[in-house]
């Protein structure tokens, strides 16, 4: 049975195939009007100088903790970490990077596109933005089958790792690479993304009363260079990370629950399935001319649901076939289920077609205090249902799967049985990604439109056209909502499976019997620590934006007042000075947040030993879900309420009531698109983070002596 | 030795001698003008007629609650709960509104004293109002003294409870009466403050333009009626169950720890100690006529920091004499030191002489939104230095006190050296708030110079008058900040050593051993849940602020509308409206939030076990301090912001920069008022809740059945 692995070879060529096909389709449409060719090339240029800096930079840092890796690896003999693992951690970073550039590069050759097909029909609209998408969503997780394939053979058939325990130790490590790089493109762009949208509303919006996108507003190229390089490269390295870290923690916790190879198999063959029920769903997508916001919404969903549901029924045979349990089937099932409750409750709590959005917008009417108040108490309180729904997610597929609650037995390790049941939340986990082909292509597709309609404005097409654009960007925002709910929930439990492959693997390098009892005063301020990595991480990226932020600002107002003639056309502003503003900010931002989340872990293991180590891996985790879920929602929410007082509701656009609004989705901008959707990444960087240096902890820690 | 218990009283007996004092003197004084002795006696009626409705709302929850008490215990034959918890219940709660009703008293008799006493010399006005605060501070010491003492005598020699293990058991839970009652205070006085603070500020400050307290604003009474029924009622509540939480999770502790009654005598000679040298240091408080308002705070100082001192050197020959060891020595220095560095830190981040405050007044130039995206950063940054004292206090003090990093035994209970470690971080807290008497001196202090500056405003003293009740409030902000610092510090440290003995209750009722693992599903569910009940709490309480703040907006700008002359005089605002409305939605907000903190630990008991319970305990603990921190932090640096811009600097009072710092000031109120400060009493109430209902949660959960 466990001979099929190479299905994964299979899914990474039919992933690539249909990435290829779309790509083709995409670039066959026309890029319009010389003036939307001369735009979308600048907003090329500027996301292509970014991320050759931003690669730049992340190399530099990668080159380092390459070099201590392998002084662990080959300086202990492969004792303190294996001496594939600073190999695996490079290839990593590469393939996490190339799902971010691949996705940056159709994304931004699709927009003008996505334009001049809009001013021809809607639908065409859609299938550009779509396809695109889709080639990003494709290339995700082809490249994730690639990589965790590759190094399976290599590592059991080239390098001889006979051992499933072993190959699975080995393996879960290799995340670290992906997640490093995730990190960094998410911070990065975040921070790139929403400086420019900040400082061009704050001036532009707010000051000079000038519309969204407007060509006299010297921030709107690097604006919708953010777009590119935030939520397309960001996201793409992101959910890279998240797709194969969900994978990998289920591989080492397979093998310990007595599963041998089959346990590894079958999260593949879940994977390579989903992919072709994604590729069957992104069919669907499609709508009539005269569609309205909610049947654009329907023509994704049924998209989508097509794939869930399809893959829901088809993961029954395959793991009565590979594992012989419905148990583990019905864990499968929890995260199919968990990840589709995740995604309605997100969209209940930011859309404003619900109760607690449009209850936000009338907070307007008391002004800017207010809203902000009542968007944060929103956002806060919409962990309640997302935290629900993880615990009994936990909970069901953990028993399901055969989890016991005894689970450490008198020699105080962990039994079979705990390990069976975590390997039911880790691959709860995979199965809510099983389909991240689709369900990544409907929420890229989101920043094509975003592009659109900027590039439709500055070009001046008709009225309509922005129309159209309007509505397909419109719908990206609840998508990307929807996206950030699946990341933050697979995250959750990922987090869960990697913290038990954490306590596996150092429990079986020690002869000591390592007590991670919650009481423990090392586990308690471990979990300090971990709370407060996750409050500081996310004060770090915060207070970024509102740097770069504020430079952005100073240099549009110096332009407004220096440069005569731009607001009667007469001149045109300097583009390029804000685009390099915010190049320089993002660059010089991102290296203390993404290496917080390297060196906090390694410096409390030292201190406080794995114990430590455990405490803040719960702590992280804890916190970090249930501050993502705050901030991503909150974020949403102002966004959304600003939006529903701008179609005519509360004053409409201009009142007092917008422009507290328009203070609420500015303070909303670096939660949902910089802080939050980074807080996934840094949980699951700190599980791999320890279990790389888990050697090295456990020989060198203050606890030690004492 | 133990016999010396009796000291308990004399130091009850000190307290409330020293209260009286300061209270005649108090009195001593005039109330100036008609007009003065009018409006101290709208606020003093308004005050009166808030606590009224708010007792007669918590009586009944209270009835609610002692009855099903009475029910589980005398159900099970005081298997399930002991029987003398029900009424320790209704001590508790009854000792704590006392706490907080003698501090509103005094503070509404002392308020137009201290505005009368301004107008003679800035050192009379100092003494009046720092007298007043001494009542409520020696008040609160006093009943906690008297209640511990009174059980103790109680239960040992009346009911006959001989054993020090159960004496300390039954003891740890008569915590939750006071708990209770502090977070129905908390949480109502500080929606009532609140929502007065904000409306009267929305309205008047920002739309009118007329200056904090004008008579001719509706909710100026209400706002100053929001001072004593939140900063001084519902301090005073929150702190005695600070106080006496603190002892009383020392006890048990001390118990299993081996010290037996030694152990429980050792906090209480220390409180007793530490009243002595609060008497000492509050001598000291006094300022010479052209006192700047560094002088003043370092008048302060020298009292709280004399006391400390004292206290920390009279601890040793103390703590040898009891115990015997220079080990648990060591852990109340750390929790003396601890209060400090965490009281400074606050001021660092939250005083404008520092840098990140008044970074922050310069976001204010680019708006409200980068202030507000500022102020969060900040708040959540600050995290930093607090968690890393807590998480070094709580170290230092556990292996100082004789911890060991082997925790548990071979049968599976903690060994002794463990709760002797556990003890150290209890009396860690002890030793934090040993000096409670003086540091809460100078905390009530603030809104009564508050208040006098209000009455001094609205009853037209001279402008240096109200220049001098301004310099008093302004160092009322600092002393508030560093006053939630050492409320939640101790909270921290409280905290744990609770969640140890609700295991150790747990351990000793059950002959299974039960694993509190931190991998444990059940125990990772339980920290997630608590993380959710931080959020949602704060959630709750923001959004009650929110929506009690937006009703007085509406009224305030009814009545400058309707009421015609307001605005010159001729007309007098309808105050009492306002009053009404605060109070009505104070009582209504405050239900749900409260009940949240009882039912979610029991809840998830019923359905998770007490494995369910730890992780909740150890969940709630963790994001509560940090939330608490953050909240706080973040509220008073905006605040301070604000009053930076108003000294002239970023275009000063009026401008543009002023009205965004408004915006910041706005939000934070909530955050450093309301939400906040509540969070140390949920945690504490959780614990004390876990453990009073761990009988039945044992024998009644569904954990039992898998």
């Known amino acids: ?161 006979a051992d499933p325990v072993s190959l699975g130790n080995i393996m879960v490590m290799n995340g670290m690479g992906a997640s490093f790089m995730a990190l960094f493109a998410r911070v990065g762009g975040g921070i790139y993304t929403k400086a420019a949208d900040v400082g061009a509303d704050l001036v532009g919006k707010v000051e000079a009363g000038i519309p969204e996108d407007d060509p006299r507003n010297p921030a709107t190229i690097a604006d919708n260079v953010g777009d590119n390089v935030g939520d397309v490269a960001g996201m793409g390295a992101d959910l890279y990370e998240s797709y194969v870290g969900s994978i990998l923690a289920t591989f080492a916790l397979g093998a310990v629950g007595g599963y041998g190879f089959n346990g590894m198999l079958l ?65 499968i099932l929890c995260g199919l289920v968990g990840g589709c409750a995740i995604g309605y409750f997100t969209e209940y709590y930011t859309s404003d077609t619900y109760k607690p959005t449009q209850e936000l917008a009338a907070a307007s009417e008391t002004g800017s205090a207010t809203i902000i108040i009542g968007g944060i108490s929103l956002g806060l309180k919409s962990t309640l249902t997302s935290i629900l729904i993880v615990a009994a997610a936990v909970l069901v597929s953990y028993f399901a799967a055969g989890g016991s609650t005894v689970i450490v037995d008198e020699a105080g390790a962990f039994t079979e049985a705990f390990n069976r049941g975590l390997y039911g939340i880790g691959i709860a986990g995979v199965g809510m990604l099983s389909t991240l082909g689709i369900t990544l292509a409907t929420d890229a597709y989101g920043p094509v439109a975003d592009n659109a309609g900027g590039i439709a404005e500055m070009s001046g097409l008709p009225e309509e056209v922005r129309g159209r654009t309007d509505a397909l960007d419109s719908l990206g925002n609840t998508t990307a909502a929807t996206g950030k709910g699946f990341a933050i929930g697979s995250a959750s439990l990922t987090a869960l499976a990697l913290l038990v492959s954490y306590v596996n693997i150092v429990q079986e390098n020690t002869t000591e019997t390592l007590n991670f009892t919650l009481t423990s005063p090392t586990v308690l301020v471990g979990m300090f620590i971990g709370a407060m990595l996750t409050f500081v991480f996310s004060a770090f990226t915060m207070s970024a934006v509102q740097k770069a932020a504020q430079s952005i600002v100073v240099e549009v107002r110096r332009q407004f007042k220096e440069i005569a003639g731009i607001m009667d056309y007469k001149a045109d502003p300097d583009y390029a000075s804000c685009v390099s503003l915010c190049t320089r900010g993002a660059l010089h931002e991102m290296v203390a947040p993404a290496l917080l989340a390297i060196v906090v872990p390694i410096a409390t293991g030292l201190v406080l030993g794995p114990t430590g180590v455990v405490g803040l891996l719960g702590g992280v985790s804890v916190t970090g879900f249930a501050m993502a879920v705050f901030m991503s929602n909150a974020g949403g929410a102002w966004d959304n309420a600003k939006k529903y007082i701008e179609s005519g509701h509360h004053g409409g656009k201009g009142s007092e009531q917008h422009k507290a609004a328009v203070v609420g989705d500015t303070v909303g901008d670096p939660f949902k698109d910089t802080s939050g959707p980074s807080l996934n990444i840094l949980i699951k960087l700190c599980s791999t983070v320890s279990i790389v240096f888990s050697g090295l902890i456990l020989a060198f820690n203050l606890m030690n002596l004492l």
Do not use: H
């Open 267 to 331: 999260p593949m063959a879940l994977s390579v399935c989903g992919i072709i029920c994604s590729i069957l769903g992104s069919f669907l997508v499609k709508t009539k001319e005269n569609a309205t916001q909610e049947s654009l919404l329907k023509s994704l969903r049924t998209g989508t649901y097509t794939a869930a549901v399809l893959a829901a029924v088809l993961a029954a045979p395959l793991t009565y076939f590979i594992l012989g349990s419905w148990g583990v089937y019905i864990a």
């Open 1 to 161: 049975m466990e001979n099929l692995f190479w299905i994964g070879f299979v899914g990474a060529l039919i992933a690539a195939l249909f990435a290829w096909m779309q790509a083709k389709r995409v670039l066959s449409y026309s890029e319009g009007s010389e003036r939307m060719q001369k735009i979308a090339a600048s907003i090329r240029s500027g996301a292509n100088a970014y991320l050759k800096q931003q690669y730049t930079t992340v190399f530099k840092v990668f080159v380092v903790v390459f070099i201590i890796l392998l002084a662990i690896a080959f300086g202990s003999g492969g004792k303190m970490l294996s001496k594939y693992t600073p190999f695996a951690f490079v290839t990593g970073g590469v393939f996490s990077m190339l799902a971010g550039f691949i996705g940056m590069k159709i994304a931004t050759s699709s927009n003008a596109r996505t334009a001049q097909a809009a001013s021809e029909s809607l639908n065409k609209g859609l299938r550009v933005a779509f396809s695109s998408g889709s080639v990003m969503g494709f290339t995700v997780v082809g490249l994730g089958m690639l990589d965790i394939t590759m190094w399976y053979y290599l590592l059991r058939y080239v390098f001889g790792v």
